[in-house]
């Protein structure tokens, strides 16, 4: 199995952009996969962990309904904001500004070979991240992502995570709200769920968090959680 994954940092990024990006990996890593079980030969696979922002934009999964999105035409253009239909699971969500998306395309055949176990570990880096700064977080039955109180009234989300597989092979991941402008939230039924709010890190401490910072932090969690041999 190889541990080996190698960081990337793309920055402020348009979203398809990123997207046609990780499709490039995620295909070519499917592709070696498949010569492998064809000529029966045993090249290693490649794994990558992305971070990354994107300008305002909102995308709907593939079991996601489209009324969650709030906003027709004009008001996505009022709000400068663009919208995709995505190929990953989970319904309606936002992207922007001072909010670490993560793009980990890994072959799971390299760690383990079981989604829930994957997305509770990436759940669980970002727990942990939040943990040093002083957040208490953890998770929501029946929810994927990181929540603050819940199953309480108050329950709010900070990390929303939704995820392609295929031949084990991962892309999409998770959007965690460092210094995320929370009002574009009001736009749509955050991942199709109503009555739950959203927040973020500067909400909840009151003051804007060095980004860098908490990627470090963020990125140290998920290779110790995952046993990677970062590069």
Known sequence: MNKKVEFTDWGLIDYQEAWNRQEAVFEATVTLKTQNRTNRTQLETPNYLIFCEHPHVYTLGKSGHQENLLLDEQGLAGKNATYYKINRGGDITYHGPGQIVGYPI???????TDIHLYLRTLEEAVILTLADFGIAAGRYAGFTG???????EKARKICAMGVRCSRWVTMHGFAFN????????????????????VTSMQRELGYVLDMELVKDRLKLHIASLFKMEMK
């Open 106 to 112: 890994l072959d799971l055949d390299n760690f383990f």
């Open 146 to 152: 990181v929540w603050l109180d819940a199953d309480k």
């Open 178 to 197: 460092v210094n995320a402008d929370l009002d574009y939230f009001k736009n749509i039924v955050p991942c199709g769920i109503d009555d739950k709010d």
